[in-house]
């Protein structure tokens, strides 16, 4: 499956942005479908993701209460809605697919499918 994000963009401090992640040649069943961002000269950091056969979102404790993750079973597209952005959500984030358990879901090395990354910057 492949994976295409989209929607990044500059944005002032406090406003809102919302990424979209579409799956082709393929669709999310059995996958876990995550975000992850790297800042520059900052690790790959775990945004929030969610098993798309069902359960609820988990969020990194730095998003969660501002980015919102939903589903578009119709469309294979996974989407996060980030509102009350601030600076230092600045970076390159990425959509990834991958089987994965709970206590897997946050670790990257457990995703094999990437999208090409999508740039949120922060700043007035």
């Known amino acids: 499956v492949q994976l295409q994000a989209s929607g990044g963009g500059l944005v002032q401090p406090g406003g809102s942005l919302r990424l979209s992640c579409a799956a082709s040649?393929?669709?999310?069943?059995?996958?876990?479908v995550s975000w992850f961002r790297q800042a520059l000269g900052k690790e790959r950091e775990f945004v929030g993701g969610?098993?798309?056969?069902?359960?609820?979102?988990v969020y990194s404790d730095s998003v969660k209460g501002r980015f919102t993750i939903s589903k578009d079973f119709a469309k294979n597209t996974m989407y996060l809605q980030m509102n009350s952005l601030k600076p230092e959500d600045t970076a390159t984030y990425y959509c990834?697919?991958?089987?994965?358990?709970?206590?897997?879901?946050?670790?990257?090395?457990?995703?094999?499918?990437w999208g090409q990354g999508t740039l949120v910057t922060v700043s007035s």
């Open positions: 040649g393929g669709t999310f069943s059995g996958y876990t």
């Open positions: 969610v098993r798309w056969s069902g359960g609820s979102p």
């Open positions: 990834a697919a991958g089987r994965t358990i709970a206590s897997t879901t946050r670790d990257s090395q457990y995703y094999y499918h």
